[in-house]
C-alpha cells in the first residue's frame, strides 16, 4: 500500500512539472515576443497600471513615482487599454519621447519618456531571472514532495514551490499579453499562506494539521477573491497589490524568524546541523528580498522588485544543499531527482530560446518565437528526443552528484590490515576514529569503553571537539 502510494505520487510529480515546464515554454514565448521591439520603458498591466519592474537602462529609472500609476492617455489621446500605449509607442522608432498622462488616487500628471528597444540583455535579465526561479522552486517542491509524500513538511514545501514557480513563470505574460493575469493574482495572494503554512511546520510542527491549513489558507483565499474582484479597477488594483505585497513580507519574516528560533532552541544537535543551512539560505534568500518588497509597499510601488529574483534562488537551493549534506527531510534521493528535472527543463528552455534566437538573427526569420507552428514543430521533437536523453543525462546526475566517495572494500581491508598489526589499545583506539571520521566526513566522534561504573569515554575526534 505504501509503496503503491509513494508511486502514485511520483506520477503525479510528474504530470505536475510537466505542466510546469509547459507554463514555462507558453510564458517564455510571451517573454522573447518582446525582443527587438520599441517599448514605453516601462511595462504596463492589463489594467494600465505601471508595473513596479525596471532596470537602470531604462528611461523611467528617473521617474519613479510612475509605478504603480495609471497611463490614462499618450500625447493626449486617451488610452483604454495597455495595448494601446503599446500601439503607439511601436510606431515610432526606440528613443521617440512621448507625453504620457498618468493618475494616482485621483489626481494627474504629466511625463515625458523617450521609448527604450528592448534587448536580449533586457530578456535575460528580467524574464530569464523569472523562468530560472520558477522552474527550481517547482523543481525542488515537486521533488521534495514526490519522495516523501506522507510527510506534513514535504507537503508544505510543494505548495510552497509549485505557488513561486507559477507566480515567477506567468510573470513573463504579466506585461503582456495579459492572458495569464489572473493565475498570476491567484498566485500572488496565495504566496502569504504557503510561506505561513511553511513557518508553522518547519523546523518543528506549531499546531494541529487542521488548524495550520485554515490558519494560513482561509485568510488569504479572501484576498484572492477581493484580488480577482478588482484586478481589472486600476483605481483599487494598487491597494490590493501592496497588501499582498505587505502579507508576503511579514509572513516570509515568520519563516525567517521560525527557523532562526528553532535553531538557537534546538536540544539536538542533529536538528541544528540539518536547519543551519536552510536558516542560511533564508536569510540570504529572502531578508534582502523581504526589505525591497516592504519598502516598494510603503512607498506606494515607487522602488522597482524585479530584484529580488537575483536572490530568492538561493532558499530552495539551500534545502537542495541540506538535503544533500544534512539529510533535512532524511531523503538524500531529493537532490538528485530535484537536479535531474532542473537541468533537463533548463535544457530545454536553452535550446528553444536558442533556436528562437536563431532564426530571429542568423535566418532572419521575424516573429519564430512567438510563432505557433514552431512551437509546436519544438515541442514534438522535444517529446521525440527527450526519452533517449533523459536516460543519459540521469547517468550523469547519478555519477557526477550521487557517486561513492570511498571503496566499502577498499576502506574495510585497510582498517582490518591497521587492526591486525598492534596490540596497542590506543592506536587501536585510533584507528577505530580514523576511519569513520575521514570516510563518513564525520564532525565529531568517539569512542566508549565498558568500566567497572558504566561506559566510560576513551578517545574523541576531535580531541578537543
Same mark, same amino acid.
Given at each position: 500500500?505504501g ?8 506520477l ?13 515554454v507558453v510564458?517564455a514565448?510571451?517573454?522573447i515576443?518582446?525582443v527587438?521591439?520599441p517599448f514605453p ?5 492589463r489594467?494600465r497600471v505601471?508595473a513596479?519592474?525596471?532596470l537602470?537602462s531604462?528611461?523611467?529609472s528617473?521617474?519613479s513615482e510612475?509605478?504603480q500609476?495609471?497611463v490614462?492617455?499618450?500625447?493626449g ?5 495597455a495595448?494601446?500605449v503599446?500601439r ?6 526606440a528613443?521617440?519621447?512621448?507625453e504620457?498622462t498618468?493618475?494616482?488616487h485621483g ?11 528592448f534587448t536580449w540583455?533586457d ?5 530569464g531571472?523569472?523562468l530560472?526561479?520558477?522552474?527550481v522552486f ?9 519522495l516523501?509524500?506522507?510527510r506534513?513538511?514535504t507537503?508544505?514545501l510543494?505548495a510552497?514551490g509549485?505557488?513561486?514557480g ?6 513573463m505574460?504579466?506585461?503582456g499579453?495579459?492572458?495569464l ?5 491567484l498566485a500572488e495572494?496565495?504566496?502569504p499562506?504557503?510561506f ?11 499546531m494541529r494539521?487542521?488548524?495550520?491549513i485554515a490558519?494560513s489558507y482561509?485568510?488569504?483565499g479572501?484576498l484572492a477573491v ?6 481589472d ?5 494598487? +491597494?490590493?497589490?501592496? /497588501?499582498a505585497?505587505l502579507? %508576503?513580507?511579514? $509572513?516570509?519574516l515568520?519563516? #525567517?524568524?521560525?527557523? !532562526? ?7 539536538s544537535?542533529l536538528v ?10 533564508i536569510?540570504?534568500g529572502?531578508?534582502?528580498?523581504a526589505a ?5 509597499a510603503l512607498t506606494?510601488?515607487?522602488?522597482p ?6 536572490t ?8 537542495a544543499?541540506?538535503v544533500r549534506?544534512?539529510?533535512?527531510? +532524511?531523503i538524500?534521493? /531529493?537532490?538528485?531527482?530535484g %537536479?535531474?528535472? $532542473?537541468?533537463?527543463?533548463? #535544457?530545454?528552455?536553452? !535550446?528553444y530560446?536558442?533556436?528562437?534566437a536563431l532564426?530571429?538573427?542568423v535566418f ?5 518565437g ?13 517529446l521525440?528526443?527527450l ?11 547519478d555519477?557526477?552528484?550521487g ?7 577498499e ?13 596497542? /589499545?590506543?592506536v587501536i583506539l585510533?584507528?577505530?576514529?580514523r576511519?569513520?571520521?575521514?570516510v ?19 578517545m574523541r575526534?576531535?580531541a578537543d571537539?
Open positions: 500500500m509503496a503503491s502510494y509513494t508511486q502514485r505520487a511520483r503525479a510529480a510528474a504530470l505536475i512539472l510537466s505542466a510546469v515546464v509547459g507554463l514555462g510564458s514565448r510571451a517573454g515576443a518582446w527587438n521591439r520603458g516601462f511595462f504596463l498591466l489594467n505601471v513596479s519592474v525596471s537602470p531604462w528611461p523611467v528617473a521617474f510612475v509605478f500609476a495609471t490614462v492617455a499618450v500625447d489621446v486617451p488610452a483604454a487599454q495595448e494601446d503599446y503607439v509607442v511601436r510606431q515610432r522608432p528613443g521617440t519621447i512621448f504620457y498618468f493618475e494616482h489626481a494627474r500628471f504629466v511625463r515625458r519618456i523617450a521609448s527604450h528597444l540583455g530578456a535575460v535579465l528580467i524574464f531571472v523569472y530560472f526561479d520558477g522552474l517547482a523543481a525542488i517542491g515537486v521533488g521534495v514532495w514526490a516523501s509524500p506522507r506534513a513538511t507537503w508544505a510543494n510552497l509549485l505557488c513561486v507559477v507566480y515567477a513563470l506567468t510573470a505574460d504579466l506585461y499579453p495579459h492572458v493575469f489572473r493565475l498570476h493574482a495572494s496565495f504566496l499562506a504557503v505561513l503554512h511553511l513557518a508553522l511546520l518547519f523546523p518543528v510542527r506549531r494539521l487542521w488548524r495550520v490558519a482561509v485568510p488569504f479572501l477581493v484580488y480577482q474582484t478588482w484586478l479597477e486600476p483605481g483599487r488594483y494598487p +491597494a490590493v497589490h501592496e /497588501l505585497t502579507c %508576503l513580507t511579514g $509572513t516570509g515568520c519563516l #525567517l524568524a521560525g527557523v !532562526v528560533v528553532g535553531y538557537v532552541r534546538a536540544p544537535e541544528r546541523h540539518r536547519v543551519r543551512i536552510v536558516a542560511l539560505g536569510i540570504a529572502f531578508l534582502p528580498s525591497v518588497l516592504g519598502y516598494s506606494e510601488g515607487q522602488v522588485v524585479n530584484v529580488v529574483g537575483y530568492v534562488c538561493l532558499f530552495p537551493l539551500s534545502i544543499y541540506a549534506k544534512r539529510d533535512l527531510f +532524511a538524500d534521493a /531529493l537532490v538528485q531527482r %537536479l535531474y528535472y $532542473t537541468i533537463l527543463s533548463g #535544457l530545454v528552455t536553452a !535550446v530560446l536558442l533556436l528562437a532564426g530571429t538573427h532572419n526569420l521575424s516573429g519564430l512567438s510563432s505557433p507552428v514552431f512551437s509546436l514543430t519544438f515541442t514534438l521533437a522535444a521525440f528526443f526519452p533517449a536523453f533523459r536516460d543519459r543525462l540521469q547517468r550523469v546526475v555519477l557526477v552528484f557517486r561513492k566517495t570511498y571503496d566499502a572494500e576502506v574495510l581491508a585497510a582498517a582490518s590490515t591497521a587492526l591486525g598489526s598492534t596490540f596497542d /589499545l590506543n585510533g584507528v577505530t576514529l576511519f569513520p571520521v575521514s563518513l566526513h564525520l564532525e565529531h566522534a568517539a569512542v566508549f569503553l565498558r568500566a567497572a561504573t558504566g561506559f566510560e569515554e576513551a575526534e576531535p571537539g
